[in-house]
């Protein structure tokens, strides 16, 4: 009888609690170094984990400009373009201050990068630095974005 009903929990009820993943955008931000291909890492401002530019889609926007104004204001990014369509996603549980949890889904939009300003929105909250996409794909925490970093 427990399995039965850890099945139907597991299968049919806690699905049906569970509110769909809410949805982010997030700039892949890249150049050509004289190694090869860099991205842009930046810190996020709660724990200092490193992440890509990212955040909810902003209205008026679709995902390319939303995730192209996200590098901006979190790592002063002016680019030359970004992909139309994502070129991947991840999946992270967001935690909220409340303590309450939400699934979310990240869509990742790469960006060639054109130039870097010193003075942006959050400078004084955040750091940011170039490096290799292996690298990068060793600091991140989500294996997803792990994937899809090591695949440049």
Same mark, same amino acid.
């Given at each position: 009888m427990t399995t039965?009903?850890?099945?139907?929990?597991e299968e049919i009820i806690k699905p049906m609690l569970q509110r769909p993943a809410r949805v982010q955008v997030a700039a892949l931000c890249s150049r050509s170094g004289?190694? /090869?291909k860099e991205v842009l890492m930046i810190t996020s401002r709660g724990t200092g984990r490193w992440i890509l530019p990212k955040g909810w889609p902003i209205e008026g926007k679709d995902g390319p400009e939303s995730a192209l104004q996200e590098a901006w204001e979190e790592a /002063?990014?002016?680019a030359n373009g970004i992909s $139309?369509? $994502?070129v991947g996603e991840y999946h992270f549980t967001k935690r909220h201050d409340n303590g309450t949890e =939400? $699934?979310?889904t990240t869509l990742i939009f790469e960006a060639e990068v054109a130039q870097l300003e010193d003075d942006y929105p959050e400078s004084s909250e955040r750091t940011r630095q170039w490096m290799k996409p292996? =690298?990068?794909a060793d600091l991140v925490d989500e294996p997803e974005l792990q994937e899809i970093?090591?695949?440049?």
């Open positions: 039965h009903l850890t099945r139907a929990w004289a190694d /090869g /002063g990014v002016k $139309p369509q $994502p =939400e $699934p979310v292996a =690298e990068a970093l090591r695949r440049l």
